[in-house]
């Protein structure tokens, strides 16, 4: 039993090893061809842009209220009102005690 497990693990061992071979040698011409790309005259490598640091703020600040008018609520006149009442039905035509 072992020696027909052993005859089976050398075949493949040897399968392995004429698969490699075979790629090394097809493979080798392509990488022979494999030239660098040329360089044009006028490229430069990029810059590495710098950071400002002064605008940086911590904590940020807060967000901008986004409020829009839509209209004006306005109790004033009633209340102008109210109290002109108050002022005339009060002694003296004001509210609060006579003065001294």
């Known amino acids: 039993m ?4 052993s005859a089976k693990s050398n075949r493949n ?3 392995v090893a004429w698969l490699v071979l075979l790629s090394v040698v097809l493979g080798a011409p ?6 660098k790309k040329k360089k044009k005259e006028g ?4 810059k590495i842009p710098v ?17 829009r008018y839509q209209a004006l609520q306005d109790n004033f006149r009633r209340q102008l009102q109210d109290v002109r009442r108050q002022q005339a039905a009060a002694p003296g035509g004001r509210a609060g005690p006579p003065p001294p």
Not at 51 to 67: C, E, K, L
């Open 30 to 35: 392509l990488a022979l061809f494999g030239d």
């Open 13 to 15: 061992r040897r399968v």
């Open 51 to 67: 950071i400002d640091y002064s605008n940086i703020v911590w904590p940020n600040p807060p967000a901008v209220a986004r409020v």
């Open 2 to 5: 072992t020696f027909i497990a």
């Open 43 to 46: 490229d430069q490598p990029k």
